[in-house]
């Protein structure tokens, strides 16, 4: 059984939590592949900067809901019925 807790990316009211993000946790937070989200990121290399290390700083992770547009907000409806 896996116990690994998942990660939380935005809060209760559904903005995106920003701080350094790994390209795979960019992934799911724009919910596209690794392929999508490096071909974006090499696009717009020059605005956003290098890495450090394996993560996008805070300021990073700004420009790129910036040049890439707000994150989609995945709500959970629980109990409630669609009418």
Same mark, same amino acid.
């Given at each position: #059984? @896996?116990? &690994? =807790? $998942? ?6 009211? /559904? $903005? ?8 795979? !946790? ?6 596209? @592949?690794? $392929?999508?989200? $490096? /071909?974006?990121? !090499?696009?717009? &290399? %020059?605005?956003?900067? !290098? =890495? #450090? /290390? ?9 420009? #790129?809901? *910036?040049?890439? +547009? ?5 709500? *959970?409806? &629980? +109990?409630? %019925?669609? %009418?």
């Amino acid at each position: #059984m @896996n116990k &690994s =807790k $998942r990660r939380q990316y935005f809060d209760p009211e /559904g $903005r995106l939590i920003v701080r350094p993000y790994r390209t795979v !946790d960019l992934c799911a937070i724009f919910e596209v @592949n690794y $392929r999508t989200i $490096r /071909g974006w990121i !090499d696009a717009h &290399s %020059k605005e956003i900067g !290098d =890495k #450090m /290390g394996y993560y996008y700083t805070g300021v990073q992770v700004e420009r #790129m809901v *910036a040049l890439f +547009g707000r994150p989609h907000y995945p709500q *959970a409806i &629980s +109990g409630q %019925k669609e %009418k």
